[in-house]
């Protein structure tokens, strides 16, 4: 198949994300389960689609070319990301390795593409994909429990508001995490940060337009929250909206987007993407530079997930998993789970297990999202960290029993979630990934506390 001179550009760009992906497909695995599954991330299918128009134009355009020469700078940003996936996917630090991930797809692009901002623009246009934006939800939610509490004060109608929760005669409300606005900031900052891209360069411009942008999309969930209660008290909470209330927000944030980019045609000054007389680079190359394409590939390659997930045994399908028995925590996800025998003591667990984590991204770890350490049915009381163990005292009904448990990497055992990333962190930089979580239950036969005095001073 001939490909036209001026298409080379892109078909080697596909070409580079298709080796970087299939070089890290556990990555990919955690996105598809983290951000392609999540209704909050439901813009993710588009993304790619759009990265890869931005760059079929570009390429168009005559203003996606290959470099003729080897770029150090980029070449060392490129190993140093590369380097930074391997100790956080060894490390399974989610943020780390999926930020790492697209630094090293943008810097293989700065690698083998003439560089210019507009190159990099649609990589980077990627990180709406990326579920990293969950660290936003309580510091929103938080700003829209204050926002609707002072909205609600022009209502009249008695508002008693404690953390999250908001109270009026008809009934409760929960600001929950799905109320927080971050799917509105999220679609707000890909869509004003592409039309920006391609129709806005004028700095103060853009700034204005990005800023309006995020303001709308909080007041405009604002206005939903304090609209939903506001309905719930004239009801009597029998709308429908009560249970289903995402729709009726993007019936008042889509006439936002609207009037938003009527404004922003008027702050429009240029469009990328359909004048190709905007190229002012020298005649392009057919090829990328053979030096650059074996740096890419090396250092890509030497990162990869994907090859090391092939050296590690993989995690066993969930029917493959028994419960050993009927008292134990919720672990997602784990490589395997034996039940330990007890050494007699004046204190012997009733229920003694062992988890182990491969290492393998996304076939989880002991401080994984969703983990629960206490037992179901039981309610916990009180906790603390003593030592390598963390303690933590659980009641049902009439019944008192104590759980503790502990993280292992590399034979050193820890409780606290913080010292053990950085100890995975440390490890990680040796190829070091496999974990461990030791699980014991405590039937209380006599007081917990004494009992717990006498498990601290045995062990």
Known sequence: MNIPSIYKPFAGLVFLFAVVSVLNLPILATLWRHSFDDGTYSHAYLIPIITLYLYF??????????????????????????????????????????????????FGVMSLFRFNWYVLFPTLF??????????????????????????????????????????????????????????????????????????????????????????????????RITALILIGEYTDMQSSLMEDH???????????????????????????????????????????????VLLLLVAITVSSTTLKSFFIPTLPNNADVIALTEIQPTI?????????????????????????????????????FGNDYLPKGWQEVDQEIVGKWRYIRVAN????????????????QMASPVAFKKQRLIEALTGKSETYMYWQFFDCLRDCDAEKNTLQTTN
């Not at 956080?88 to 930020?99: E, M, R």
């Not at 204190?347 to 297990?353: E, K």
């Open 57 to 106: 134009k570009l390429s168009a355009n005559g203003l996606l070319a290959y470099r003729e020469s080897i770029s150090y700078v980029s070449l060392a940003l490129l190993i140093g990301s590369g380097f930074l996936l391997f100790v956080t996917s060894n490390a399974q630090i989610s943020i780390g390795y999926w930020l790492s991930f697209l630094a090293v797809l943008t």
């Open 126 to 223: 990627l990180i709406f994909i990326f579920p990293l934006w969950g660290l936003l939800t309580e510091v929103l939610q938080a700003i829209s429990v204050t926002a609707v509490t002072y909205m609600m004060s022009f209502t009249g109608i008695p508002t008693y508001v404690e953390a999250q929760y908001i109270t009026i005669p008809a009934g409760v409300f929960e600001i929950a995490d799905g109320c927080s606005g971050l799917r509105y900031i999220i679609v707000s900052l890909a869509i004003s940060t592409l039309f920006i891209f391609m129709y806005i360069n004028n700095t103060k411009k853009a700034a204005t337009f990005l800023t309006v942008a995020i303001l709308g999309a909080l007041l405009t969930n604002w206005i």
């Open 246 to 292: 995402n729709t009726f927000g993007w019936y008042l944030y889509i006439p936002f987007m609207f009037l938003l980019f009527m404004w922003g045609n008027k702050l429009a000054n240029h469009d990328l993407l359909s004048t190709p007389e905007n190229n002012t680079l020298s005649p392009l190359g057919s090829y990328p530079k053979q030096s650059n």
């Open 332 to 368: 997602e996800r784990y490589t395997s789970v034996e039940q330990l025998s007890s050494n007699a003591s004046d204190l012997t667990p009733m229920v003694n297990l062992k988890y182990f984590f491969n290492g393998v991204l996304d076939n989880g770890k002991p401080t994984g």
């Open 397 to 412: 009904r009439r019944n008192a029993a104590l759980v503790r448990y502990t993280y292992e990497i590399n034979k050193q």
